[in-house]
């Protein structure tokens, strides 16, 4: 069958759709927010692969097939094996790293375990070790006549007791012992045994190097490691002298006495005990007192209020602490008054990390001062917080807590010996496996390239080093090469996440398998999407079937058959309004993509900047010394490729320096010099991905407030009046209104063992949270249930006699988010629909003084039409006096920008200069690229600025 024919799918708002998806293509579904996308895409074509691959499974597995949803469609016919590529974080385990997630750290193991070279963590000298026939081997290539004595050195502490030592060696048949240096007869050893000795050895053998000797050879040097374990020492007469040479069998330096084990996978896995670092346990961070987190107001003074601490006020540890205060300014000379930022430095050496306290008080005759150790408050807490026994207390303690890197593994996972096991690989660089996964997966590529493999195990390591090769490339070719691979899962991007789970699909090789993906695009720069693209392809020509949600004009471009749905969101969506290729597409995305409909105006700002926010000295992770200036009371967009250093300047620096400066947050902001213009602002919002809830019990209507004024209205019915209901029987989260068999979930969570868990709907309530009784008081013929199944912009309507409900839903409107059902689970929700929650949640609240909002690609799920109302909506935050900053890579919301911060001009070590600038009115237009190229747009902001970077030859003319 040449085609994957869906007939009938009535999937959430999908209305009968009939379509026909060509095999081995790559095929996107496009179209505005909530029109069916993904019910097409997930819900109904993924989700139906899926349960019939279930259903081919053991009877143990289909005894849950009854209990799971079938999508409702009438027929699929031509399905293929389906597997999705979603965007999900990519995990929240802090042991997770991309090199774990792409299974990378298993080949890598094997491989340090096998070609790893130990080396003396403290000296860095290469550790060697022999076989015994490589020991026979070198004194038997020693000079003809040479004379040897083998030697076994004795542990020390078993010197201790000489009696019982040289009565065993005398019963093994020897007969001498060097002690110290000095040859002796085991009866004279017993005459004239040292108190202390230093070395003490056995005589296994003499003599002389003669051909044919190998046999005897080899006999006493088994017999010498017998004895020692490890190691033979040979003393070998050179003229009148005599020089010792030492023969290793495991990996050991002599001179610090350091012994490495036989290497095995298990040493460099931080999740083992044998690997991981004892001090952090493998996480590579530990937890401290951060004495920033330990002041609440620098200005103020120091006894009041300057110092916040974890106790509460006027608990007996507050009361201890202005005692010791009063002895601390005693000690120093200084006034209580004197505010924190002013305080000397020896004096808050002694308060954070502790030392001796003078009391003054006075004893014995002399009336000397009476000192007492002091711990300090950061001692203090790191001690208390292990100790804890109350939530509350921890909680406290948690304050003031921050992390960094561990100080014993410098975040590295594992233990040194572990760390110094290296190899050589490209320009002769030896790198132990934490070292390499430091590396981005660009510069790892090179290094592999010209690893060195011990010709005895050539055959077998080199596939190994193919197979870490052959993933990294993967990696790179899906745009991700400026990665490092010992980056924590949790820190990347769900595009980022997704983009991984696509690499490993590309090497697992499959063909004739149906590939769903959800706007892999997501994060990544214009610069990047080609590459992006070339992997799709790639993919589709393994005979594979991709199926690719998605707005990126480069990747619609790139399909072989575009499916837009439409013509609205929600109820007003779930039909397909064209399909064809890109080209010959007639649709407004086809208009869009010819030109035919103009871009979003750019807005001028209606007034001058108010100051800026100067960020001084950025160098985190690859930020190269750069001063990036922010003006507020603009719309200001921070872009450039992946890994250019965009986050570490919005998220590790900005956000984390805000958060510190208003919510006294313990995050630990990059490296920086200052930020400079904190003072202009009043308040701090992040708007972030990150999703509003996890369960089904979280949906719009809670997150957004509405369901307070919703269940207000509801317990001031008649019937709630008659029956004494107030707004609490019609929570979902209560007992009283709610469903007790779900607990007002709506669903049951099915566990199964070897499938990610399932909900299904509650066939005692059938899925509408609420018992029999709650669900008899309507309003306008609804129930509270029926209400939360309205979707935003009906509810608008349904809801307009109550005013802070009506403004509400309106403003949620406004984003777009006019199809999203009151009621539907938080889970279920895009990144980009949480985040427009959250901003719908700000512009609802009542006039706030000077707001910093920061945006992380708001535009993640947007078509072209929803991006327009997403820039009104800055628009409007902008011109109410607030600054908004967007990390963003839409190239629309790049050109309605005010201000511009262009990073690069690649990424991780190439990146992180600051390329956006404003420049004079007068500026000539740039050389570097033609007027064709020029971005569309580019002269606005205050009175005219050329942008002159990286980003423009990505810029689209107006005819696009």
């Given at each position: 069958m040449e085609a994957i024919r869906i007939r009938g799918a009535r999937q959430h708002n999908l209305r009968g759709v009939d379509v026909d998806i060509p095999r081995g293509k790559l095929v996107v579904i496009t179209g505005p927010s909530g029109s069916g996308k993904s019910s097409l895409a997930f819900h109904t074509l993924y989700a139906e692969g899926q349960r019939r691959y279930v259903e081919s499974l053991s009877a143990y597995a289909r005894q849950f097939l009854d209990q799971l949803e079938k999508p409702d469609v009438d027929s699929i016919e031509g399905l293929s094996p389906a597997i999705a590529i979603e965007q999900r974080s990519g995990g929240l385990s802090p042991r997770s790293t991309v090199a774990t997630a792409t299974e990378i750290y298993d080949y890598l193991r094997v491989l340090w375990a096998a070609v790893g070279v130990p080396h003396d963590p403290a000296t860095g000298e290469r550790l060697e070790r022999m076989t015994s026939t490589d020991i026979v081997t070198a004194l038997s290539k020693l000079p003809e006549g040479s004379r040897v004595v083998l030697l076994a050195p004795v542990p020390l502490e078993e010197a201790s007791e000489p009696e019982r030592l040289l009565g065993d060696l005398k019963r093994q048949g020897f007969v001498r012992v060097r002690v110290d240096g000095s040859l002796l007869e085991i009866e004279e050893a017993a005459a004239s045994w040292p108190e202390r000795p230093v070395a003490v050895e056995v005589v296994v053998d003499r003599f002389v190097v003669r051909p044919g000797g190998e046999a005897r050879l080899a006999d006493s040097v088994e017999t010498a490691l017998k004895i020692c374990g490890s190691e033979a020492r040979a003393s070998i007469q050179a003229g009148d002298l005599w020089k010792d040479l030492s023969f290793q069998t495991s990996y050991r330096n002599p001179t610090t006495g350091l012994i490495v084990e036989e290497l095995s996978p298990r040493h460099f896995s931080f999740n083992s005990h044998l690997g991981a670092c004892a001090a952090c346990e493998g996480l590579g961070t530990e937890s401290f007192c951060d004495p920033a987190l330990l002041i609440g107001d620098p200005a103020k003074p120091w006894t009041a209020g300057g110092i916040r601490g974890w106790w509460k006020d006027g608990s007996p540890r507050h009361t201890q602490f202005k005692r010791e205060a009063e002895a601390m300014g005693r000690m120093f000379s200084v006034e209580p008054e004197m505010p924190v930022n002013a305080l000397p430095v020896e004096l808050a050496r002694l308060l954070f990390e502790g030392g001796e306290l003078d009391t003054g008080w006075k004893v014995g005759r002399e009336k000397k001062s009476?000192?007492?150790?002091?711990?300090?408050?950061?001692?203090?807490?790191?001690?208390?917080?292990?100790?804890?026994?109350?939530?509350?207390?921890?909680?406290?303690?948690?304050?003031?807590?921050?992390?960094?890197?561990?100080?014993?593994?410098?975040?590295?996972?594992?233990?040194?010996?572990?760390?110094?096991?290296?190899?050589?690989?490209?320009?002769?660089?030896?790198?132990?496996?934490?070292?390499?996964?430091?590396?981005?997966?660009?510069?790892?590529?090179?290094?592999?390239?010209?690893?060195?493999?011990?010709?005895?195990?050539?055959?077998?390591?080199?596939?190994?080093?193919?197979?870490?090769?052959?993933?990294?490339?993967?990696?790179?070719?899906?745009?991700?090469?400026?990665?490092?691979?010992d980056r924590a899962s949790g820190t990347l991007s769900g595009g980022e996440a997704q983009r991984i789970r696509l690499a490993t699909q590309l090497g697992a090789g499959l063909s004739g398998v149906l590939y769903v993906l959800d706007e892999p695009s997501i994060g990544l720069h214009a610069a990047d999407t080609a590459r992006l693209i070339g992997a799709l392809k790639r993919l589709r020509d393994l005979e594979n079937t991709v199926v690719v949600v998605e707005h990126d004009e480069e990747i619609i471009r790139a399909a072989d058959r575009v499916i837009d749905m439409g013509p609205g969101a929600g109820v007003e969506g779930g039909l397909i309004i064209g399909q064809g290729e890109p080209d010959t597409l007639v649709s407004p995305t086809g208009q869009w993509l010819r030109g035919e409909i103009p871009p979003y105006p750019n807005v001028p700002a209606t007034g001058l900047p108010l100051a800026s926010l100067v960020i001084r000295g950025a160098r985190e992770h690859n930020l190269k010394e750069i001063d990036v200036s922010l003006p507020l009371g603009q719309l200001v967009c921070i872009t450039g490729p992946s890994g250019s250093g965009k986050s570490t300047l919005a998220d590790d620096i900005l956000r984390r320096v805000l958060a510190r400066h208003f919510n006294g947050a313990g995050d630990v902001p990059g490296k920086h010099d200052a930020i400079e213009g904190l003072g202009e602002i009043g308040?701090?919002?992040?708007?972030?991905?990150?999703?509003?809830?996890?369960?089904?019990?979280?949906?719009?209507?809670?997150?957004?407030?509405?369901?307070?004024?919703?269940?207000?209205?509801?317990?001031?019915?008649?019937?709630?009046?008659?029956?004494?209901?107030?707004?609490?029987?019609?929570?979902?989260?209560?007992?009283?209104?709610?469903?007790?068999?779900?607990?007002?979930?709506?669903?049951?969570?099915?566990?199964?063992?070897?499938?990610?868990?399932?909900?299904?709907?509650?066939?005692?309530?059938?899925?509408?949270?609420?018992?029999?009784?709650?669900?008899?008081?309507?309003?306008?013929?609804?129930?509270?249930?029926?209400?939360?199944?309205?979707?935003?912009?009906?509810?608008?309507?349904?809801?307009?006699?109550?005013?802070?409900?009506?403004?509400?839903?309106?403003?949620?409107?406004?984003l777009g988010l006019g199809y999203v059902k009151l009621g539907q689970a938080a889970n279920t929700l895009s990144g980009g629909e949480a985040q427009r929650l959250k901003l719908a949640v700000e512009l609802a609240k009542p006039q706030a003084p000077h707001t910093l909002?920061?945006?992380?690609?708001?535009?993640?799920?947007?078509?072209?039409?929803?991006?327009?109302?997403?820039?009104?909506?800055?628009?409007?935050?902008?011109?109410?006096?607030?600054?908004?900053?967007?990390?963003?890579h839409h190239l629309d919301v790049i050109a309605a920008a005010d201000w511009v911060v262009d990073l690069g001009p690649g990424g991780e070590s190439t990146g992180a200069r600051w390329w956006g600038r404003e420049l004079p009115a007068n500026w000539p237009e740039s050389p570097v690229h033609p007027p064709e190229w020029r971005w569309r747009g580019i002269s606005r902001n205050f009175g005219k600025t050329n942008l002159n970077t990286g980003i423009a030859p990505w810029m689209k003319p107006p005819n696009r």
């Open positions: 009476q000192k007492k150790p002091f711990e300090g408050l950061c001692r203090e807490a790191e001690r208390k917080i292990g100790l804890a026994k109350s939530e509350a207390a921890r909680r406290r303690l948690l304050r003031v807590m921050a992390h960094r890197p561990c100080r014993v593994c410098h975040g590295k996972r594992l233990k040194p010996q572990w760390q110094a096991v290296r190899i050589e690989g490209c320009g002769g660089r030896w790198l132990g496996i934490q070292d390499f996964c430091g590396l981005p997966v660009d510069d790892a590529l090179g290094w592999i390239d010209g690893i060195v493999i011990d010709a005895a195990k050539l055959e077998i390591c080199k596939r190994l080093a193919d197979d870490v090769r052959k993933r990294l490339s993967f990696l790179e070719e899906v745009g991700l090469g400026y990665l490092g691979l308040k701090f919002v992040v708007a972030d991905q990150s999703p509003i809830g996890r369960s089904p019990r979280s949906n719009p209507a809670t997150f957004t407030g509405a369901f307070d004024h919703i269940r207000e209205l509801y317990g001031k019915l008649p019937l709630s009046k008659q029956r004494g209901y107030g707004p609490g029987r019609f929570s979902f989260n209560t007992a009283g209104g709610r469903c007790e068999r779900c607990e007002g979930a709506g669903r049951l969570k099915i566990e199964m063992n070897f499938l990610p868990d399932a909900w299904v709907p509650c066939q005692a309530c059938g899925g509408r949270r609420f018992n029999r009784e709650t669900l008899e008081v309507t309003f306008k013929g609804k129930s509270i249930a029926d209400a939360l199944e309205l979707p935003i912009a009906e509810a608008w309507t349904f809801f307009g006699a109550v005013p802070k409900l009506r403004v509400l839903l309106e403003i949620l409107t406004d909002y920061l945006f992380d690609e708001p535009t993640t799920g947007l078509h072209f039409g929803d991006v327009e109302r997403l820039l009104a909506a800055f628009f409007r935050l902008r011109d109410a006096g607030h600054s908004v900053i967007v990390v963003e």
